[in-house]
């Protein structure tokens, strides 16, 4: 059964590898897996044939038979489990790499999501500044205890997992704010990441549509 995801036909990143379509595409090569992409414009994100696979009309989804999925952290943890490569064997590991998975989503993503936020949709206002230096210092706090973490280790809990694939993706939304260079071994840690070939591949691969949408 091909595996189906869906993606931006024109994606905000600017072809940055930031859309969370680069999770599943990654993943998919760490595993091997063969998929298809479905490009969507933002209105079709919102029609009745996509809110039936996304009810909140967004990105991605993934289909395999009959299953529909939609979350990208979900839909990362579907493939982990079901193919070798992202998860180890041995229970109790496993069960840490899981634990980073939710980490990244849960712990290390929202404040910097909350910054991405502030600086589109909020740079205009009188408060923008001081607000931007609250998000700013509740990043720093995680990336410290992150930093403090992951030590000179190349991966959170030894081989690379699905933890760290959603990790260093949720790290990379801080290109361009200076930030992650104050933490060397987290910037090394994500330029280990970027370094991996089935991370090259999905970045290509992703890259290429928007520079599709660009040159049409």
Known sequence: MTITITAFEQSPDGGKGLARDMRVRWALEEVGQP??????????????????????????????????????????????????????????????AITWMFAALSTMEPPIVDREIAEYLEGNESWYEQRLAGVDERIRTRLSELSSWLGDADWLDGAFSAGDLLMVLVLRRLDGSGILNDYPNLSAYVARGEARPAYKRAYKAQSAVFTAASSG
């Not at 039936?52 to 979350?71: R, V």
């Open 35 to 96: 998929y298809d992409v479905r490009l969507l414009s933002f209105s079709a994100m919102k029609e009745p044939a996509h809110l039936a696979l996304h009810p909140f009309g967004q990105i991605p989804t993934y289909e395999e038979g009959g299953l529909a999925l939609f979350e990208s952290g979900a839909i990362v943890f579907h493939i982990a489990e079901h193919h070798a490569g992202l998860l180890p064997d041995d229970a109790m590991a496993r069960a840490r």
